[in-house]
Structure formats: C-alpha cells, structure tokens
C-alpha cells in the first residue's frame, strides 16, 4: 500500500503487471536455520491490461523504479533529478493535480498508478 514502510521496488514492479493474492504464511519453523523473517506463499494472477504499455521495455520501467527506492528517504524531486528529468516540469503537470508537490513526496508514498504514469511520462520524454 502506499505509504507503507514497508513497499518496495518489487512489490511497485509486480503491481503494475499482475495482482499478487497472498495465499499464506508459513511459519518460520519449517525452515533450518530459522529465517529473521516470515515466508509466504503469494498468487500473481496477470493484469488483463496492465499498467504500463508492452512498448515500454522491461529495463527501462525497472530501472526507472530502482531509481526512485535506491534513497529511501529521498524526496523524489531529487530522484527525478539524478535521472536527468526536469523534477519542476513534473510538479506542474497534470499529476500534480493528484498528488500535490511530487517533488516533496517519497517513492513509498506513491501509488501504483502514479508510479505507471510516471514511468509513461518519462519514457515520452526519452
């Protein structure tokens, strides 16, 4: 979920292409030695249209997103930068309107639909 501490690149790049369903978890006694973490067992069921267009290439949309969650408390004003992208340019336009100041946000905070739009916007401008 946005906002979550928790939200990582990978959970950004598996929702813009499938619905992953959390099946269940496994407790950590079944494995030797013992992990830190919980394991679970997760469906992807694929997107009948997902959200970033087949023309955009697989390394581009995740390069673009390992981008934005490699400084997780950066503001992403600053990613957009680091990627040579005019970070004003993008707090004017119509995503703006959604989100408020998307250079004061970070890449956790935002939505899965926001990160496709973004990922569009930046490929246009290649």
């Known amino acids: 979920m946005p906002g979550d501490p928790q939200r990582t690149r ?12 959390l099946r269940y978890t496994l407790p ?14 997760v469906s992807m069921i694929p997107l ?25 408390r950066k503001m992403f004003g600053k990613v957009l930068k680091g990627l040579g992208l005019d970070s004003v340019d993008w707090c004017q336009s119509e995503l703006a309107v959604d989100l408020g100041d998307l250079s004061r946000m970070r ?20």
């Open 28 to 41: 950590e006694t079944v494995f030797t030695p013992r992990p830190a973490v919980r394991a679970a067992v």
């Open 10 to 21: 990978l959970s950004v790049l598996s929702q813009l292409y499938v619905t992953p369903k």
């Open 48 to 72: 009948e249209q997902p959200l970033i267009d087949s023309n955009i290439p697989w390394k581009f949309v995740e390069g673009f997103i390992r981008s934005g969650f490699e400084g997780r």
């Open 107 to 126: 890449a956790q905070e935002l939505s899965t639909k926001v990160w496709a739009q973004l990922i569009r916007k930046a490929y246009s401008l290649q």
